[in-house]
């Protein structure tokens, strides 16, 4: 998940695709293969406002330019920020397990879904500490914690779209508003707003999720 004045990072010879939110933008900015500094795996990198503005210069300049002009050492500047940009795991982990991609994708389109380990432990016919040791091997969490995680990155892409706290608690199954921004505080280390406008006015990104 790719918050608001975040970027995605995704290293040469990777399989992707992405899904932009509704009144999203999205500029792409392709690195040669030789190029050092950055991760060599998928993250999320916090976006400056300094990355914002030299992002937005160079496009609207000619792709095609030599490394000594003056696009080409604004583009050099460009990657090392990059470098140095902060970085986050923004992501839900999951392996190619068909039974837990039937399951996020249920939750993902329903997240006010509580269902318990033992009703999902039910439904995949497995016993429940069959499912708990599951979930484990293949996540890296528990249920529950991984059940949150993906609560926190749906909270924050409607958010980043702008949607109101109050309404995505009430869309997440939360009790209440303060249930829900407890959860975000445990996933992003924030409250929603202050996580947002800290985004927007450092390019730092919270959260405790770890590359799985």
Not at 56 to 74: C, E, F, N
Not at 146 to 156: E, N, P, S, T
Request: glycine share 8%; net charge neutral.
């Amino acid at each position: 998940m790719v918050p608001t004045f975040g970027a995605f990072w995704v290293p040469g010879g990777i399989a992707h695709s992405n899904t932009v939110s509704p009144n999203g933008s999205v500029i792409c900015v392709f690195v040669d293969g030789e190029a050092s500094g950055l991760p060599d795996r998928f993250c999320t990198l916090g976006v400056s406002p300094l990355i914002r503005a030299m992002t937005d210069a160079l496009t609207q300049r000619s792709v095609r330019y030599v490394p000594d002009s003056p696009s080409g050492r604004l583009a050099q500047v460009l990657m090392d920020e990059f470098a140095k940009a902060p970085v986050s795991y923004l992501h839900l982990p999951i392996s190619s397990d068909s039974r837990l991609i039937e399951v996020a994708e249920h939750l993902l389109a329903d997240p006010a879904d509580r269902r318990t380990v033992a009703e999902w432990a039910t439904h995949l016919a497995m016993s429940e500490r069959s499912f708990s040791r599951w979930i484990d091997r293949e996540t890296g969490l528990t249920f529950g914690q991984w059940r949150r995680q993906l609560h926190g990155l749906v909270a924050l892409e409607r958010l980043s779209a702008g949607s109101s706290v109050n309404i995505i608690a009430q869309d997440l199954g939360y009790e209440s508003t303060s249930a829900f921004i407890t959860m975000f505080k445990k996933v992003f280390g924030d409250s929603p707003r202050r996580y947002l406008r800290q985004i927007e006015a450092t390019g730092r990104l919270g959260g405790t999720a770890q590359p799985g």
